[in-house]
């Protein structure tokens, strides 16, 4: 635990009540396998009908539309076309997690997302879709819609502090600098905008593994329920975004250190002995 808890709420929103800053999500609506998607369904006529024309309202902004999302990096469900868009948020597990009450997109809105207010109708009409989705998914015996929560949960106590230095995540990560000169750690080394990054080792470690929103900046869970790298959130902070400083976001000293850290989480994941999981929140 460090010295001073920098929590989401000392620093900044959601992450995804930031704009586009950093993609958080799964980079591709095509993946997973395609048992997610049952054509004819009462779910599908439920979405298409009540909840298409409310999550249309994410096309124009570009962070979620399927074809145009800034960076790649959020969630890429929103298309005029209430089928392509259906289609894609069911295989988007950080949007509809296992189909219950506590879906992302549900938290998500709740506050008002973007700020945009949706009415209690409007809830409404998403927890009924997602209600419909998990009685027929369970009616067809499908197996249970992959919950990124409880995966991430289950990495953040694989994630080890001895790992984490040896990979320099903290040094490499805390003096990377834009093509500009800025160093990441210069704005980031207290988690501004949901990003963390100081020399600081036990700090940056402590806000990676303590808060989902903080460590959805460097790894997320695809269609399949995989944990992998989140280049996308790179790609949406050193292209995509023209109020961050750019950088070159796949060639760097900080991404070299990621992957090597997530070579070693995942050894410990798939053949090792885990800590209780860390995340908090």
Not at 56 to 68: D, I, K, L, Y
Not at 192 to 204: H, R, Y
Not at 207 to 218: C, E, I, S
Not at 239 to 247: E, G, W
Request: net charge neutral.
């Amino acid at each position: 635990m460090v010295t001073m808890r920098f929590t989401p709420a000392i620093v900044t929103a959601l992450i995804l009540a930031t704009g586009c800053v950093g993609g958080i999500e799964n980079t591709n609506p095509t993946d997973g396998p395609d048992a997610g998607v049952m054509g004819g369904s009462m779910a599908r006529t439920m979405y298409k009908t009540n909840v298409h024309p409310i999550m249309n309202r994410c096309t124009g902004g570009a962070c979620h539309s399927v074809t145009g999302a800034a960076g790649g990096g959020q969630s890429r469900f929103a298309d005029s076309s209430s089928d392509t868009s259906y289609d894609a948020i069911v295989r988007a597990p950080l949007m509809v997690g296992s189909f219950n009450a506590q879906a992302g997109v549900v938290t998500k809105i709740a506050g008002g997302h973007q700020g945009i207010t949706y009415t209690s109708a409007e809830q409404g009409s998403i927890s009924a879709w997602l209600a419909q989705e998990a009685k027929e998914r369970m009616g067809n015996n499908q197996p249970p819609a992959v919950d990124p929560i409880e995966v991430l949960k289950k990495w953040s106590g694989c994630m080890t502090l001895a790992n984490f230095t040896t990979a320099q995540m903290g040094a490499k990560w805390g003096a990377l600098a834009s093509a500009s000169g800025q160093k990441c750690q210069n704005c980031h080394q207290a988690g501004l905008d949901g990003f963390i990054a100081t020399t600081v080792d036990q700090t940056m470690f402590d806000m990676m593994t303590k808060h989902k929103d903080y460590l959805l900046k460097f790894f997320t869970v695809d269609g399949t329920g995989k944990v992998i790298v989140n280049t996308a959130s790179f790609t949406n902070a050193g292209v995509s975004l023209t109020s961050h400083p750019h950088f070159d976001p796949t060639n760097n000293a900080g991404m070299l250190a990621l992957q090597a850290y997530y070579t070693s989480t995942m050894t410990l994941s798939t053949g090792g002995t885990c800590d209780p999981p860390r995340l908090v929140d």
